[in-house]
DNA sequence: GCTTGACTTAGAGTTAACTATAAGGATTAA
DNA sequence: TTAATCCTTATAGTTAACTCTAAGTCAAGC
């Protein structure tokens, strides 16, 4: 079975040693296998774990709470509850983050719609012409 | 015209004075009006101009760019390009994230429906057996 | 007059997640 | 055999964005 070093996990990860070292250190990576003189032996499954745990990060999880769910695996069956409640708070996290970002997004337009009309106007007054011009017009 | 105290509109913005203060000495806030004593007087258009650094900040803006943009509203209508590219810039930063987010997302979910497998089967060796049926009946 | 809340400058502390260096050792590929 | 890459422990530095304390002042409301 193909394995990997470290540099090239860290490579495909977007990472450097220096972090996977760190993950390991703090617990994240409790199943990597190691050569006799204690090189580091990346699986492709490995990696795939990997790639959870930076799925888990980018929604904003502390790498505290990411090793609660490590130990959980590493606990077996008897942890099956915590962990899908754990997936499906993060699923809820999630879906709140969307939320929040679409409103972000819906300031964002308003403001690039705003600089357009400046911009072709050539002035930011432009806007507060607007409403002089509706209360005169009224 | 009402104004506000930096702990209202801390408590407004789900913010703390010190965070307001912090801001203010960064640049964040130039047009914050004082009483002749010192006390800052926040009006409605403050309160709405901090809600945007606000935005930008959910963008994952830094703060000192953040200043570059308010240094430009200073600046007036020489500037209304670069402020406009900045918007487009943000929402071309707000669609990636949009997207890596979808992407997060169905990663959650598949291990939310992973683990609801595997709590209705009592076991997580269901996923493991699953691949060894199809091999075995195939 | 006393409390509350505002202000200032200056600086220290916090937190998370790296990121790096030192010092020494082992292994592997050209 | 030499360079590159890996390892360790231990420790220190970095960065961003706060967060707070100290020490002293000021002003409004009860």
Redesign the pocket.
């Known amino acids: 079975m193909k394995t990997y070093?470290?540099?090239?996990v860290a490579k495909e990860l977007n990472?450097?040693?220096?972090?996977l070292?760190?993950?390991?250190?703090e617990g994240l990576m409790p199943l990597v296998e190691r050569?006799?003189?204690?090189?580091?032996l990346f699986k492709e499954s490995d990696i795939a774990a990997l790639k959870v745990i930076e799925c888990l990060?980018s929604t904003g999880?502390?790498?505290?709470e990411i090793k609660n769910f490590i130990d959980w695996c590493s606990d077996g069956d008897s942890t099956l509850q915590q962990r899908y409640d754990m997936f499906m708070e993060r699923k809820a996290t999630v879906e709140a983050q969307m939320e929040e970002l679409k409103k972000t997004m819906e300031v964002i337009e308003h403001k690039c719609l705003y600089y357009k009309t400046a911009l072709d106007a050539g002035t930011e007054d432009i806007h507060k012409k607007a409403k002089i011009e509706i209360s005169v017009t009224k």
């Open positions: 070093s470290i540099s090239e990472l450097t040693p220096y972090t070292r760190y993950y390991d250190k050569t006799s003189s204690g090189i580091r990060k999880m502390p790498i505290k």
